[in-house]
């Protein structure tokens, strides 16, 4: 059983990080590197993406990695799923966890998915029924993620009454969770904290418990701290801040999993995640990633002098 | 006059970055940098220290520095003193406002300062009372900030009541004001709310405003929000992150002025700053200092599509 922990550090390098960067990691690779993040005690790895092999070929062997990585103790496996198509290859494959990202801006699911928002959440409801048809014990949970919510580099500003309408929509087409995204990291601390609320008001305080932050302008800390002060539980991170870096240098895509649990330790919120051990692994990025840049304060500055991990790490 | 901001971010960079690094800017460029960031609406400049030449070569013209930048219309010019000599040789060279550094780690202040609390105390005693002789329109403002705050590399975490006690200490002894200094990039987001609160309750609420944090462990906006909640008004920040990095890449000491900026007028946070043209002048930087690190995720990734200042800018 996973111990009990305050937050839920979900890892997304290996889906978010390595989709984004051009080397191609080995399928025993990222098995590897999942089982040394489970070993750290994280509690639940975005392992890959139901997508065409042809548009992210670094993601032809999620199949594989779900394969590999479902029967590791104290793991939650997740994937990401575009369409109908890709869930099935998820369930199929036995992952636990599916998350379909659905972008407020039309603009930009379109460009994303090739799609309207009502084609979308047509597959939101196969999902749906699909997963219901099922025996109990072999239903995922499937989460709809709200992307493009702090703004769209297409569209610009996103009226935040037209992302709760969004997240209502998610939930009444079958969706059992929905998470905010801030895809195009234009996140701010406030716009955050009205956000959460309004949605949790909309759908409910336990159908939005999770948020996909980005460091693009440094405020990836400031806005999960904002987060978690909503009432925010789970947040999705990038071991090294591993991938989606158009801007360099320092200016990663994903917040940095090492410097996001340095912050929630620091603060007495437990992650279940053994930071030292998390910051020695790195060390399997810097090898098998050698041209690609990772990013983080925390291990770069080392812990402080005196630091006392609060989670009760001993597995 | 000054427009009324929100808050006010107080710009280090060339005291705090330029002495660490080896590079020794002129006394021209220095003076223009700082009439540049008042033009961007930057209200109050920390231009220099007046430490030993010998100790730090690059603040040996700061008396010329403040004399050529008193008359800066809109500006607060600020210098930093470790003692009683220094406040002189400031309020001589003209300086609106002063800062000492009280390192609430005494094996911290012996090493820096070379001196005992006892003495320190003392010359703040002695400050207060040259002030207090002066006439009213020649008086600087007077801060105590308190160093090390958060921990220190020499002797670890501070218990929280002997920041408390050294607050007390120093508006006892003659500071007008104190400030809470990350010296070590040590602190987090709760102890960060935890002591402005303890130290605004046990000297005063107007007697608490400001904070210098630094981003060493990728905490730094986060620890600003944080106090910013707590009531903290008055930021300093360094412009690209200016100076202070044993640790590369990335890892900058000063939070940086252009991120801050950001994070505060994306929030709606007045801060009475052109950010466009803040970003337009680091140019200036990266072309005098082209050996040095410059920093900032905001000025690599560019303002958001659609983002509107909230400053009201029309000087």
């Known amino acids: 059983m996973a111990p ?61 990695v779900v394969a590999g990585c479902k029967d590791i103790k104290n793991l939650e496996v997740a994937v990401l799923v575009p369409n109908f198509h890709g869930a099935l290859a998820a369930i199929d494959a036995g992952a636990k966890k599916i998350s379909l990202p659905f972008s407020v801006s039309e603009t930009h699911i379109r460009k994303n998915l090739n799609r309207s928002h009502a084609e979308v959440l047509q597959d ?116 090294g801040g591993l991938g989606g870096c158009p801007f360099a240098p320092g200016a990663s895509g994903n917040i940095v999993t090492e410097d996001l649990v340095f912050m929630f330790e620091a603060m007495g919120v437990n992650t279940g995640i053994n930071l030292e051990k998390l910051i020695e692994i790195r060390k399997f990025l810097l090898t098998t990633l050698p041209n690609d840049p990772v990013y983080g304060f925390t291990p770069d500055a080392g812990l402080p002098k005196g630091f006392e991990l609060t989670s009760n790490f001993n597995r």
């Not at 590897?32 to 139901?50: H, M, P, Q, R």
């Not at 801030?182 to 999770?210: C, F, H, M």
């Open 124 to 239: 939101i409801a196969k999902i749906r029924q699909h997963i219901d048809s099922l025996p109990i014990e072999q239903r995922p949970h499937f989460e709809a993620s709200l992307s493009t919510a702090f703004g769209c580099t297409l569209e610009g500003p996103i009226p935040e009454d037209v992302v709760v309408e969004k997240a209502e929509l998610l939930m009444a087409n079958g969706a059992a969770e929905v998470g905010l995204s801030d895809t195009t990291g234009y996140a701010n601390p406030a716009q955050v904290t009205r956000l959460v609320k309004r949605i949790k008001s909309a759908v409910g305080n336990e159908k939005l418990t999770s948020i996909h932050l980005h460091n693009t302008r440094g405020l990836g800390l400031a806005n999960a701290l904002a987060a978690y002060q909503a009432g925010i539980r789970t947040f999705d991170s990038s071991q």
């Open 4 to 64: 009990i922990t305050d937050v839920l550090i979900s890892e997304v390098g290996p889906r978010d990080g390595l989709q984004s960067i051009d080397t191609l990691m080995p399928t025993s690779a990222k098995i590897s590197w999942i089982k040394d993040l489970a070993n750290c005690g994280v509690a639940e790895v975005e392992v890959g993406s139901f997508v065409s092999a042809k548009l992210l070929p670094q993601m032809a062997d999620t199949a594989q």
